[in-house]
C-alpha cells in the first residue's frame, strides 16, 4: 500500500522501523541531534523513492537509504565543520534510552554506562566505511550478506573493513585500559 503512495501504509513504516533506524544513525554518526536529521532525511528519501523498492528485505532497504544518508551527512559535515552548542553541555545521560533493570544494581548500571560510552567513543574515532560495516554486524546484528546488500559492496569487502574496524575497537579500548570498568580489563 505504501507504493502506491498511502501516506498511513508508510507511517506505520516508519513507526516499525524508526527504532533501528536510528539505532544505526546514531552509532554512525556519534551524535544524538545530526542522528535524528539522518534519520529524518532519510525516511523523506524513502518515502520519496518507495516507487523504486522492488521487494525483498524492506530493513535492508531502508537501511541502505539510513546508511547513504549518513555518509551524505558526514561527507557534508567535513566540508563545513561546525560545532554544535548543545554539544557542550557535559549530560552523560542525554544519550542514554536504554531500559533500566530493576534487577541491576545501581553501580552495575553506572559501569555498564560508563563502558558503552567508552565504546561509543572507540566507534567515532573508526573511519566511516568500517563504522558503518561494524555498527551494522556488531551492534543490529545483521548476517554480512544482508551487509553487502546494505552498503553496495562485495562480501568479502564487508568481512575486511569489519575485521579492520574491529581490530582498531579492540586498540582502542586496550590503549584506554585505565579508563574501563575493572571487570572489562583484560591482564595481558
Same mark, same amino acid.
Not at 535524528?36 to 522492488?54: G, R, V
Not at 552523560?92 to 567508552?118: C, F, K, Q, Y
Not at 566505511?129 to 561494524?134: A, F, I, N, S, T
Given at each position: 500500500? &505504501?507504493?502506491?503512495?498511502?501516506?498511513?501504509?508508510?507511517?506505520? =513504516? !516508519?513507526?516499525?522501523?524508526?527504532? /533501528? &533506524?536510528?539505532?544505526?544513525?546514531?552509532? #554512525?554518526?556519534?551524535?544524538?541531534? @545530526? &542522528?535524528?536529521?539522518?534519520?529524518?532525511?532519510?525516511?523523506?528519501?524513502?518515502?520519496?523513492?518507495?516507487?523504486?523498492?522492488?521487494?525483498?528485505?524492506?530493513?535492508?532497504?531502508?537501511?541502505? %537509504? !539510513? @546508511?547513504? $544518508?549518513?555518509?551524505?551527512? *558526514? +561527507?557534508?559535515?567535513?566540508? +563545513?565543520?561546525? $560545532?554544535?552548542?548543545?554539544?557542550? /553541555?557535559?549530560?552523560?545521560?542525554?544519550?542514554? /534510552?536504554?531500559?533500566?533493570?530493576?534487577?541491576?544494581?545501581?553501580?552495575? +548500571? #553506572? =559501569?555498564?554506562?560508563?563502558?558503552?560510552?567508552? %565504546?561509543? #567513543?572507540?566507534?567515532?574515532?573508526?573511519?566511516?566505511?568500517?563504522?558503518?560495516?561494524? !555498527?551494522?554486524?556488531?551492534?543490529?546484528?545483521?548476517?554480512?550478506?544482508? %551487509?553487502?546488500?546494505?552498503?553496495?559492496?562485495?562480501?568479502? /569487502?564487508?568481512?575486511?573493513?569489519?575485521?579492520?574496524?574491529?581490530?582498531?575497537?579492540?586498540?582502542?579500548? =586496550?590503549?584506554?585500559?585505565?579508563? *574501563?570498568?575493572?571487570?572489562?580489563?583484560?591482564?595481558?
Amino acid at each position: 500500500k &505504501a507504493q502506491q503512495g498511502d501516506l498511513a501504509a508508510f507511517n506505520q =513504516l !516508519v513507526m516499525a522501523y524508526q527504532g /533501528t &533506524a536510528y539505532s544505526v544513525a546514531y552509532r #554512525v554518526m556519534g551524535n544524538s541531534e @545530526t &542522528a535524528a536529521d539522518a534519520c529524518q532525511d532519510a525516511f523523506l528519501k524513502a518515502y520519496k523513492s518507495i516507487k523504486q523498492y522492488e521487494g525483498g528485505s524492506f530493513k535492508s532497504w531502508l537501511l541502505r %537509504i !539510513v @546508511t547513504n $544518508t549518513c555518509y551524505d551527512h *558526514l +561527507r557534508y559535515k567535513k566540508r +563545513r565543520p561546525a $560545532t554544535s552548542l548543545d554539544d557542550m /553541555t557535559d549530560n552523560p545521560d542525554e544519550h542514554n /534510552t536504554h531500559l533500566v533493570s530493576d534487577s541491576e544494581a545501581p553501580e552495575d +548500571r #553506572v =559501569l555498564r554506562g560508563e563502558l558503552n560510552e567508552l %565504546i561509543q #567513543v572507540g566507534i567515532n574515532q573508526l573511519p566511516e566505511d568500517q563504522r558503518v560495516v561494524l !555498527v551494522l554486524s556488531d551492534v543490529q546484528g545483521m548476517a554480512y550478506q544482508e %551487509i553487502a546488500d546494505i552498503i553496495d559492496q562485495p562480501l568479502g /569487502t564487508v568481512k575486511s573493513r569489519l575485521s579492520r574496524g574491529r581490530r582498531r575497537l579492540r586498540d582502542f579500548l =586496550l590503549e584506554q585500559k585505565e579508563l *574501563l570498568p575493572g571487570q572489562y580489563r583484560l591482564n595481558l
